[in-house]
Each structure stands twice: as structure tokens, then as C-alpha cells.
């Protein structure tokens, strides 16, 4: 048997908690869920204002929830100095909105509401539910202040704090127990003075004394319900939680459904792409393009998961002479470490950044007063790259740590990556530079007088882990056309630590 809505009401109220409003003294059976959820709204200028300037007075999430003014009796204004209430402004406006329930007519008071302080006037209107609450009220649902005209208003303004019988004259009589449901308030402040601190009606809380649920089955669209066809069945488009099924749409109340097919959908299954509805089922599309562009996985779709790289040890390049031998380990491809031999040694700074964020890592390294040749149009026309390779660790156990390179000639960001520098000198500037290197100078110069700069940034230096450089460390700058290459060692540092290296030599 079908029990009457108001039946259902009351059960459903009889099972929550009940509170007291300690502010109108109505009886609320639902306890704080009877209480407003959401704000929808908040112009404290609505009607040019001015508005509060008190600051625990213009949050209106304070309006939410059951009461919880606290009285401030030794602060300036007395008792009405406090927390817990939101101040309208002058003219302004707040709505707020019931997301677990509706409010409803019965019999008695039906809504409350908490103004707290000075008993000052506000208006009030309420929302229907849905269009067909909107149809029964017909003429009686009037917007008294425009353009606000999904609210249905009581005719007269209220002072101070409220209780409302939506059956009485002046709001919407005549309609039988539960048939009217509302789903948020609209305050506006109606004084006609400007002054003070806490200007409008100051609100608490807002209460539904008669509430109800949102009903799946009685055609009407609610709360987080799609879809009313009027019953619970599933299978004809709105389920039975009144939710639009995958590959329908519905529309109206009653909701009227019908097959969306071609229209996007989602099958679940995360291996295929594009999936479409054909007869209200969603059929998966082509399966996902999984390619990682690295050469030490394997990629593959695997059914219920998805793309899956898994990491191999297939023979690679990792494109540095620092290294030989590469091989894909753990996902990246390396080998063991080459120092080049015969190189031109001299002093030197190097410092190093490794930092939490890998956009910030950083290196720098000094080489100078040496002696190097380089060769005029070498870096600007030539073919090939320099190689910079940083080392660290004992003998016999040496780590390749850095690993960047410059490539000669060519475009950066649309300009010559390289450029004279001096008589005697060539620079390099790549600001987005993929491999590290990001500033390059090569002065060529007789016994101490050459000089050559290395800078690198980002993600590109590839400092993962901790610094923690051990041992001598070796930094090399090697042409990898001419064969020729440039070192400084730092045996001893003067900083080193996880985060940070700095040497001088």
C-alpha cells in the first residue's frame, strides 16, 4: 500500500534527533537537518547598501546551519555584540538553500527564522521545489521586488526573528498538509535608516519545522535528482534514484526519456577511447595510444587498468659521450661512466643547487685563466656539440652525476643559438633549453687568459635523489667533433651536503 506523503513526512522526521530554536522557541522534529545547507546568494548592496563593516558580521555562512549566536555581553553593544550571525546590509539580500531536505506545509508553524538583536525588518520569499509546485500555486507565487522572480513572496515584511504558517493569510493558503515544498529562502532587508557597524537584519539561522525528504517516484525533479518519471523502475531511462541512466536523456516532469544514441559516453573500461551509445548501450571506441616516447618501456593497454609502461633492459643510447655501454634501467636509459683523457686542465668554481622543486636545480661551472683555442666559426657553423659531464665518487667507483650538452650552430627560440663574444669569444643561449645546458662561453686566449662559463637549469640537469657528491669531483667540457676537451677537479669542497655543492680550485 502507498503511503500519503504526509505520512512519509512524519516518519521521516521522527527518526532524526528534534532540536529546541533556543532564538523562536519552535520544536524542529528533523534537529539540525531541518536547518539551511548552502548559500546561494550574498548582496549586501542589492539596493545600494551601504553594507556591514563589522567583520564577524559579514560571513554569510553564518546564516547556516541551526543556531549558534554567541552573545557577547561585554563587548561594545551588549549582548548583540557577538559571533554566529550575518548582517543583511541596507536593502541587501541573502538566499539561502535546503540540500538534504524541502521545506513543506503542515500543520502549525512551518519555517523559523532566527534574526538576532534589534528586532529589524525583512522580507521574505521561498522557492518552489519544482515546476509543478510553481503551477499549484498560480497567481499566489508573485515576486514583489523584481527581478528576483523565482521566489514566491510574502506580501508583508517580517520584524525580528519569525516562525511562519505557510497556510495563513498573507502567504499560501488553502493548499492540503505537505502539498507545497520549497527548497530555499530569499531575505531582503527592508529598513530605511544607513548607521552602524551591523547594518540590516542579522541573521542566524534559517529552519524548516515541517521538512521532507526529496521523493523519488512523484514526478517531480528535486535536489540531486536528473530525472521523476514517476516510479522507481530502472531500465526506461531514470533509474531508481530518479538519475538519468548511461545513453538516455529525459527531460520535463514527469521526466519523458528517451535513447541518446551517438552521444558520448563512458564504458568503464579505461582501454578504450571515444565510446558512443547505440541502443542505450555505451559502446567502447579504438583503444588508447599508450606510447610514452621511451625507448626503456615496454607499452601495452591492459584490460581494467589501462596504459601500462613497464620499465625493460633493452640496449639504448642515452645520446652523451659521458657514458657507454647504455642500457634501459629502472625505465632510464645509462651506462658507465667515461672521463675522457688528455684534457686541459685547470682551476676552477662549480657550484650546484639541488632543490625539492627540479625546475629550481642549478649549475654552474667556472673555468679560467687557462689556455684554449677555439676555432673562429667553430660553435656558429660547425657540426657536433660540447659534451658537459660532471663526476663523482672514489676510484675504480666513479658516477656519472650531470650529463648536458650545447649542439652547435642550429636555432634557439628562433635566434642563433651561438653568437661572437669579443674578438676572441663565442656564446651560447638556449633559455628553454631540453638537454640542461642553458649558457655557454668559450674565450679562446693564451696561458691564462681563456676562460669558459657553463650555466644549466631545470628538470634537464636531472639531479634526482640527494647531491651527495663523494670524492674528487670532475667536471669536463668535451667538443665532440674536434676531440678536444677542458676539465677542472675539486677534491675538496667547500660546501656539500644533499642539497647543495661548492668547490673552488
Not at 506523503?5 to 521522527?14: P, V
Not at 512551518?110 to 500555486?137: K, M, T
Not at 653568437?419 to 696561458?447: D, E, M
Amino acid at each position: 500500500m502507498r503511503r500519503s506523503l504526509l505520512a512519509i513526512l512524519l516518519a521521516t522526521a521522527l527518526a532524526r534527533p528534534a532540536l529546541a530554536d533556543p532564538c523562536d522557541g519552535s520544536f524542529y522534529p528533523q534537529g539540525a537537518a531541518s536547518f539551511a545547507d548552502d548559500v546561494l546568494q550574498s548582496l549586501p548592496l542589492f539596493q545600494g547598501g551601504p553594507a556591514p563593516t563589522d567583520p564577524k558580521f559579514v560571513n554569510p555562512m553564518q546564516a547556516l546551519g541551526a543556531p549558534n549566536f554567541i552573545p557577547d555581553a561585554g563587548g561594545v553593544g551588549g549582548a548583540f555584540n557577538g559571533t554566529g550571525a550575518v548582517a543583511l546590509g541596507r536593502g541587501g539580500l541573502l538566499a539561502l538553500r535546503f540540500t538534504d531536505n524541502v521545506i513543506v506545509n503542515g500543520s502549525g508553524i512551518d519555517l523559523g527564522i532566527c534574526e538576532i538583536g534589534q528586532d529589524e525588518r525583512y522580507f521574505l520569499g521561498l522557492r518552489p521545489a519544482n515546476q509543478s509546485v510553481r503551477a499549484l500555486l498560480g497567481g499566489l507565487c508573485v515576486s514583489h521586488r523584481p527581478p528576483n522572480d523565482s521566489y514566491c513572496d510574502l506580501a508583508a515584511h517580517l520584524v525580528g526573528a519569525a516562525s511562519i504558517d505557510l497556510d495563513a493569510p498573507g502567504a499560501f493558503p488553502g493548499f492540503a498538509a505537505g502539498e507545497l515544498r520549497f527548497d530555499a529562502v530569499q531575505l531582503i532587508d527592508a529598513q530605511d535608516f544607513n548607521s552602524g557597524d551591523k547594518i540590516g537584519a542579522d541573521i542566524d539561522a534559517v529552519g524548516a519545522v515541517h521538512s521532507g525528504g526529496y521523493l523519488c517516484g512523484d514526478e517531480r525533479i528535486e535536489g540531486t535528482e536528473t530525472c521523476d518519471d514517476g516510479d522507481t523502475d530502472g531500465g526506461d531511462g531514470c533509474d531508481a534514484t530518479c538519475q538519468v541512466e548511461t545513453c538516455w536523456a529525459c527531460v520535463g516532469e514527469p521526466s519523458l526519456c528517451s535513447e541518446a544514441d551517438g552521444a558520448a559516453c563512458d564504458d568503464g573500461e579505461p582501454c578504450t577511447a571515444n565510446d558512443t551509445c547505440q541502443a542505450t548501450l555505451c559502446v567502447g571506441g579504438p583503444p588508447p595510444d599508450c606510447f610514452d616516447d621511451n625507448v626503456c618501456t615496454d607499452d601495452a593497454c591492459a584490460p581494467g587498468m589501462g596504459c601500462v609502461n613497464t620499465p625493460n633492459t633493452q640496449p639504448c643510447d642515452d645520446d652523451s659521450s659521458c657514458s657507454s655501454g647504455d642500457v634501459c634501467d629502472g625505465g632510464v636509459c645509462g651506462g658507465a661512466p667515461v672521463e675522457a683523457v688528455g684534457c686541459a686542465p685547470q682551476g676552477g668554481k662549480l657550484r650546484i643547487v639541488n632543490r625539492d622543486d627540479d625546475a629550481g636545480d642549478s649549475l654552474v661551472w667556472v673555468w679560467a685563466k687557462g689556455a684554449a683555442e677555439f676555432a673562429a666559426g667553430d660553435p656558429i657553423g660547425g657540426s657536433g656539440r660540447y659534451e658537459l659531464c660532471v663526476f663523482d665518487g672514489p676510484p675504480g667507483n666513479r658516477r656519472l652525476r650531470v650529463a648536458s650538452h650545447a649542439a652547435k650552430g642550429g636555432l634557439c627560440n628562433d635566434r642563433q643559438c651561438w653568437k661572437p663574444k669579443g674578438a676572441t669569444g663565442y656564446r651560447y643561449k638556449h633559455f628553454n633549453a631540453p638537454t640542461g645546458v642553458r649558457q655557454l662561453l668559450l674565450k679562446s686566449g693564451a696561458p691564462g687568459k681563456a676562460k669558459i662559463v657553463a650555466k644549466g637549469r631545470g628538470e634537464s640537469l636531472d639531479l634526482s635523489g640527494d647531491l651527495d657528491l663523494i670524492g674528487t669531483v670532475r667536471v669536463q667540457l668535451q667538443d665532440s667533433a674536434g676531440g678536444t676537451c677542458w676539465e677542472a677537479s675539486f677534491p675538496t669542497p667547500l660546501v656539500s651536503d644533499e642539497r647543495r655543492y661548492k668547490a673552488k680550485q
